[in-house]
């Protein structure tokens, strides 16, 4: 039994800002030490149906994943998993392998593969949710990942489109950090769109970076 409807502009929203809450509940739960860590889940609207908690049949909502839950094909570091963009260090890539960004990747990947493309007739929204915008090393994942799945549809002989956008409500649209050894990296993207929403009365704002489709 589905539990989604078809989209409007308010039901994408309102999922969007519900997410972003589930989200920092996660994250809340967390903050016993120091700050909470980056938490995050992807939502996959399929031709408009916006996704609930549960759903995999005509639309998706991965599990959302902690910090350090990252492993496998989006490491960056693994044997046989996505190559390492030369401007992402050896010393970035293993300092952000073990994110949750990097398993909630894979988790969406493989949904979208063996079920979403299958379903699809005109479009894929893939939205990256978390409480904080992606380090320099999981932004360079989220655009691979986005090649993986344009040529993914181009194996299935699929024409839908595909967009991938990542979003998340810190107060500033990117900040700078150092981590491990004072390596540097930014979380967030700083020309990401302040986007204010007002739903029944609960008004409030999140960052919104829509990703350049690759080449
Ligand atoms: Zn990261």
């Known amino acids: 039994m589905s539990h989604t409807h078809a989209q409007s502009p308010d039901a994408r929203t309102q999922a969007i800002v519900r997410e972003l809450a589930t989200i920092h509940e996660h994250a809340g739960r967390d ?4 700050e909470p860590g980056l938490f995050s889940r992807i939502m996959v609207i399929v031709d408009g149906n916006v996704p609930s908690e ?10 959302v994943k902690a910090p350090r839950s990252g492993e496998g094909y989006y490491t960056l570091t693994a044997n046989n998993g996505a190559v390492r963009p030369a401007e992402i260090s050896v010393d970035e890539a293993k300092l952000s392998q073990q994110d949750s960004e990097v398993a909630t990747l894979l988790d969406a990947y493989d949904w979208i593969t063996e ?3 299958k379903v699809a007739t005109q479009s894929l929204q893939v939205i990256l949710i978390s409480n904080i915008g ?4 999981c932004k360079a994942r989220l655009q691979i990942f986005y090649s993986d799945l344009l040529s993914a549809a181009a194996e299935a002989r699929s024409t839908v489109a595909i967009t991938v956008e990542s979003i ?4 500033e649209a990117s900040r700078d950090s150092t981590r491990g050894n004072a390596i540097p990296t930014t979380y967030g993207y700083p020309s990401a769109a302040r986007t204010p929403y007002n739903i029944s009365g609960n008004q409030g704002a999140y960052w919104l970076h829509t990703l350049p489709r690759p080449q």
């Open 54 to 63: 549960g759903d995999s049949a005509s639309c998706y909502l991965t599990p």
């Open 31 to 34: 903050h016993r030490v120091g």
């Open 115 to 117: 079920q979403g493309l």
């Open 134 to 137: 992606p380090c320099t090393g």
């Open 168 to 171: 998340y409500n810190t107060p």
